[in-house]
């Protein structure tokens, strides 16, 4: 048996979260350890040290079961000084220490200093007899007989079509499902990610298969886009950055970002080759490299599966130029350990996705109907803009949208003019301005601001908002509306003044009086305590992640080259504040995904008792040698197993017995003496070493 004292004071000495992560992810029994001396052996366990040597690759594992502690085995752009939590950079002893106490830190000892190879070279012995010789897999993908395979004779320039789709339609439907989180937010179930029926409404609205939802959601989680709020997914502050890079930028976005949340193993396997490998090459591959690899990790495959088909790195079980795209673009991720931020240069793969990808188009068709087509994918700014102004009825390579009385309220609302907006369709229109929709314009224009809400100033105790409008016979109407009878809506006594009648008061805030009559299709305008005109804005929007990926710079680019006025997003073109009462949270959660386990554990019930019980333990600290020698005589008494021991005698000298200990209590070891043939009670404390006999 190995000696557990030296793993048992490493253990003592890790902070309350490594603890928790550490009993968590070894999946230690709770139940059964009492102390540290309990949990050092519970992580020897050859169960516990294979489940800690899952992502280590197969020739580091040749050399631990070898028990012969070598240089840093460092992979090609791994750095080799310090040390690392990764444990693909890291020197044997280091894997060691992985294995035996969850990370290696800067104090760690030295190769053969104390450290229990033997435990984990026995683990690593089993672990390669398990697994066999390498199967030799060829890297170039599993494609079969090329000349019977019907797949593998397509042309690369169809490939490259249908990756360009695939990567087309995904970029799209989460550009889609930014809008609709600003609109709709998507309620999140109680053990992560999106129910059955978020998923089916989603699904349309995105213009993607049900089952291919929660890839989409993966991605823009990965890429800090939506974070989770009280079980809720919202947009985050990074969306509006990412919605305006050319479409080839934002696929690379999502891309970058979700590879970078893949585990360290799997990116390292995808990296061997110079192209996206398809699922049974990869499973293959996989297995021959980390052989001690558990079920989780393997479970990983699937949803690397589907999110690579999603993104068009795969497509009819083979890789694809966009595979290929990936892997040069995400290498220097790899070697330094983070996403790299694109310098002022265009990335040159990019130009393969861009060239692939359909081309954009800047103008429309303006129906007498009053639907607006697309025929091909429009540029973020224009596409948010008619956005803005129309409601999307279809989106796809060719887009459609539907320009109605209430969209051009709404976009009057969010800070254009019927100026602006005719300048803006006088310009994107290859069909010049119909009768009808110049018909909406003039009365959008005429009734925008008919009706005015703004912030009480001295209007008596309870009144929060002041209602004005010109109209007498409107401002009838709003105060018997019983669509808007939760605002209480009074008539005030005051006599009618040359702007118009006298207002109406009410106790509600008045972006909660704004928002109400706006959804009862009144042509209301919000106003500030001085009377100017202020821009409002639904959307809840949380702060994006700390961790958040770095955009690449064409973001500033695209940021710096938009229109400054009028909007081209709801919540710009206006330098005032919106009115609403902020309801974003200080911080975003990141959506867990199934591809990219989150790095910190919530502590269970469970792994707090366990906390609790190794803080509160009588041998909490294993540097006291008295502990130390209390377990071992412990152990002893439970199995009967003979001891040499070390015992200071009144004199000051020591005496070297051999004994067979019987019990253990009130600090007294009770013991045969084989030598002498007589029973002996010895104090604990005058017992300076022991040894197995």
């Known amino acids: 048996m190995s000696d557990s004292l030296p793993l048992a004071r490493r253990l003592s000495a890790l902070d309350d979260d490594a603890l928790v992560r550490l009993v968590t ?51 090609a752009g791994t750095p080799s000084s310090g040390h690392s939590t990764d444990p693909l950079a890291t020197t044997d002893a280091d894997l060691v220490a992985l294995a035996l106490a969850a990370e290696a830190g800067p104090d760690a000892p030295e190769p053969g200093a104390l450290l229990p190879y033997d435990a984990v070279s026995e683990v690593a012995q089993a672990v390669l007899a398990e697994a066999g010789p390498v199967t030799g897999d060829d890297t170039g993908g599993d494609t079969g007989d090329a000349g019977t395979d019907a797949a593998a004779s397509r042309d690369e320039a169809v490939l490259l079509a249908a990756a360009a789709e695939r ?24 053990h992560g990610g999106i129910g059955t029926v978020e998923e089916r409404r989603l699904a349309p609205l995105l213009g993607v298969e049900v089952d291919q939802v929660p890839a989409v959601v993966e991605l823009a989680a990965s890429a800090r886009l939506v974070a989770a709020e009280a079980e809720t997914l919202l947009s985050t502050t990074l969306a509006e950055q990412w919605n305006l890079l050319p479409a080839a930028d934002r696929w690379l976005a999502l891309t970058r970002s979700w590879f970078g949340a893949l585990p360290a193993p799997w990116r390292r396997i995808l990296h061997a080759s110079l192209a996206w490998q398809n699922e049974s090459t990869l499973a293959r591959a996989f ?58 240069a265009r990335e040159p793969g990019l130009d393969v996705v861009a060239a692939a990808l359909p081309p954009e188009v800047t103008q429309v068709y303006v129906q007498h109907d009053l639907s607006v087509i697309a025929p091909g994918p429009l540029p973020p700014t224009i596409d948010a803009r008619i956005r803005l102004l129309a409601d999307l009825e279809n989106r796809g390579l060719a887009s459609a949208y539907r320009i109605s009385q209430a969209s051009i309220d709404r976009a009057l609302a969010s800070g254009e003019t019927e100026q602006s907006l005719r300048d803006f369709l006088g310009e994107v229109s290859l069909t010049g301005l119909p009768q009808a929709l110049d ?85 209301v305008l919000a106003l500030d305590a001085d009377g100017e005109p202020r821009v409002m804005t639904r959307a809840r929007i949380v702060p994006a992640p700390a961790s958040a990926p770095t955009l690449p710079a064409a973001a500033a680019a695209a940021s710096e080259a938009a229109p400054a006025a009028p909007a081209s997003t709801p919540n710009s073109g206006r330098t005032a504040a919106p009115v609403t009462t902020p309801t974003s949270a200080q911080t975003g959660t990141p959506i867990t995904s199934p591809a990219a386990p989150s790095s910190t554990s919530t502590p269970t019930s469970a792994a707090a008792d366990l906390l609790a019980r190794l803080r509160d333990a ?40 051999r004994v067979t200990p019987q019990s253990l209590s009130n600090g007294r070891l009770r013991c045969v003496d084989e030598k002498a043939g007589i029973e002996r009670t010895v104090p604990v404390a005058n017992i300076l070493a022991v040894e197995a006999a």
């Open 25 to 75: 992810e070894r999946r230690v029994p709770a139940r059964d350890i009492r102390d540290f001396f309990d949990l050092a052996d519970a992580l020897l366990q050859p169960a516990s040290i294979r489940l800690a040597l899952r992502d280590v690759d197969r020739e580091a594992l040749v050399r631990l079961a070898a028990s012969a502690p070598a240089a840093p085995a460092v992979e």
């Open 167 to 190: 990567a087309f339609t995904t970029v799209s439907a989460v550009s889609e499902l930014l809008q609709q989180l600003r609109t709709a937010p998507v309620r999140l179930r109680a």
């Open 287 to 344: 297995l021959d490299r980390y052989p001690a690899a558990d079920e989780s990790r393997h479970e990983v495959l699937a949803g690397i599966g589907a999110v690579a088909v999603t993104l068009g790195l795969v497509a009819d079980d083979r890789p694809t130029p966009f595979g290929a795209v990936a892997i040069h673009e995400t290498r220097a991720d790899l070697e330094t350990g983070a996403p790299q931020p694109a310098g002022g």
């Open 439 to 523: 018909y909406l314009l003039t009365q959008g224009g005429r009734r925008h601001g008919l009706v005015r809400v703004r912030p009480a100033a001295n209007a008596g105790p309870g009144v929060r908002t002041i209602v004005e409008t010109a109209d007498e016979a409107l401002r009838g109407t709003i105060a018997l509306d019983h669509a808007l009878s939760a605002l209480d809506l009074r008539r005030t006594t005051d006599a009618a003044t040359e702007a118009g009648p006298a207002p109406l008061v009410s106790r509600a805030e008045p972006a909660t009086v704004y928002w109400l009559m706006l959804d009862a299709r009144y042509p």
């Open 618 to 657: 009588p041998t909490a600290s294993p540097d006291d040698p008295t502990a130390w020698i209390t377990r071992q005589l412990d152990q002893a008494v439970r199995a009967r197993t003979p001891l040499l021991v070390d015992v200071r005698m009144p004199d000051g000298s020591a005496a070297h017995l």
